[in-house]
C-alpha cells in the first residue's frame, strides 16, 4: 500500500514536472514570445495571472509593495519553469510605476500586456461616513494609477505593433456592495474606463478589456469566506455556491491577453459563479 503511494507520489510529480516543461520550455504556449506586466501579483489574483501568462508561454514581470513578497514570488514561479523577473512597484508612485516600465524594457525588450490588477481598499462602513482620505486613496490606487501605468505603457506597446490591456474591477462594480460603497464606485469607473479607451487605442491596435471577479477565496476578501455564518450569506447569493478559486480569473485573464480574443475590445467580463451583473 504504502509502496503504491510512493510510486503514485512519483508518478504525479514526474507528471507536474512535464506538463511544466511542455507549457514553458517549449515556448509554445499562446502568449509565446509575449511580454506581460502584471500589478499587485505576490499574491491572490495577480499571482494566479502571473503563473497562468508564464504558463502560457509569456515572459512576466511581476511586481507589488514589498521586496520580499517580490523575491518570494519570482523564486516560487522560476521553479515552476517560468520565465519571470520581479521588481517593487507601488502603483500609486509614479517613480515605481516608471522603474516597472524600464526594467521590464532592458529585462524582456519590450512590453505586449498589461494587466492593472491593484487595488486598495482603507473603509469599510456606511458610504455618507467615508472621509475625504479614504475616497483618495481609493481613486488615486483603483482607478487614476491604474489609467497612467496604462497611459505610460501604451507607447511601447505601440512599438511592437499593438497589444492588450485588461483592467481588474469586480462584480461590486456593477452591484455595489452596502459598506464599500467608494470601492464599488471605484470599479464601476474602471468598466468605465475599458470602454472609454476603446478609440484611442483601437487606433493603435492595442485591445482594452476588463474583468469583473465575484468572490474569490484570497486574503483581500477572507471577510467574506472566513467566518462560516458569513460564508453563509455569502454563498447564497452565489447561483454556483461557492466561491471561486484565483486560476479560474487567470484562465479568463490570458484569453483576453491571447489572438484568441482578437475581436473583442472594450468589454467587461464576470467571473462570479452566476452572480448577475448590471449596469
Ligand atoms: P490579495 O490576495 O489581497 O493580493 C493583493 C496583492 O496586491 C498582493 O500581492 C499585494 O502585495 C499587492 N498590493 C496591494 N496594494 C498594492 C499597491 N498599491 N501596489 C502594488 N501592489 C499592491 O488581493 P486579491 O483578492 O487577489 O485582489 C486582486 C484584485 O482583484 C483587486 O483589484 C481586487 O479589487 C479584485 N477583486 C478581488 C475579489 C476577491 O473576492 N478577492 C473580488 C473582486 C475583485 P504587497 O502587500 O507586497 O503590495
Redesign the pocket.
Known amino acids: 500500500m504504502l509502496k503504491n503511494c510512493v510510486t503514485l507520489g512519483r508518478r504525479s510529480s514526474f507528471l507536474l514536472q512535464a506538463i511544466r516543461m511542455s507549457s514553458s520550455a517549449a515556448g509554445n504556449g499562446k502568449l509565446s514570445g509575449k511580454v506581460a506586466v502584471v500589478?499587485?501579483?505576490?499574491?491572490?489574483?495577480?499571482?494566479a495571472i502571473a503563473r497562468r501568462l508564464g504558463q502560457d508561454g509569456a515572459k512576466v514581470m511581476v511586481?507589488?509593495?514589498?521586496q520580499?513578497?517580490?523575491d518570494k514570488t519570482v523564486s516560487q514561479l522560476k521553479s515552476e519553469n517560468l520565465d519571470v523577473a520581479g521588481l517593487v512597484?507601488?502603483?500609486?508612485k509614479a517613480e515605481d510605476r516608471t522603474k516597472l516600465i524600464e526594467q521590464t524594457l532592458s529585462q524582456f525588450g519590450g512590453i505586449d500586456i498589461l494587466v492593472s490588477?491593484?487595488?486598495?481598499?482603507p473603509t469599510f462602513g456606511p458610504m455618507l461616513d467615508t472621509p475625504e482620505s479614504a475616497w483618495d486613496k481609493i481613486f488615486d490606487?483603483?482607478v487614476k494609477?491604474a489609467f497612467f501605468l496604462c497611459k505610460e505603457i501604451v507607447p511601447h506597446m505601440e512599438k511592437r505593433g499593438g497589444g492588450s490591456v485588461v483592467f481588474?474591477?469586480?462584480?461590486?462594480g456593477y452591484t455595489p456592495m452596502e459598506f464599500l460603497g467608494p470601492?464599488s464606485v471605484s470599479?464601476t469607473a474602471l468598466i468605465g474606463l475599458t470602454k472609454a479607451l476603446v478609440p484611442q487605442l483601437s487606433s493603435m491596435n492595442i485591445r482594452v478589456n476588463c474583468v469583473?471577479?465575484?468572490?474569490?477565496?484570497?486574503?483581500?476578501?477572507e471577510q467574506?469566506w472566513k467566518n462560516p455564518a458569513i460564508k453563509d450569506m455569502i454563498l447564497q447569493m452565489i447561483p454556483m455556491h461557492r466561491?471561486?478559486e484565483?486560476p479560474e480569473?487567470a484562465g479568463l485573464v490570458s484569453f483576453l491577453s491571447s489572438d484568441d480574443a482578437s475581436y473583442i475590445t472594450g468589454e467587461t467580463t464576470l467571473v462570479t459563479g452566476g452572480i448577475p451583473g448590471r449596469l
Open positions: 500589478t499587485a501579483s505576490t499574491e491572490g489574483i495577480g499571482l511586481s507589488s509593495r514589498k520580499d513578497n517580490v512597484c507601488h502603483v500609486g490588477n491593484a487595488a486598495a481598499n490606487t483603483n494609477a481588474v474591477s469586480s462584480f461590486a470601492y470599479k469583473a471577479p465575484g468572490v474569490i477565496q484570497t486574503k483581500f476578501s467574506l466561491v471561486g484565483p480569473v
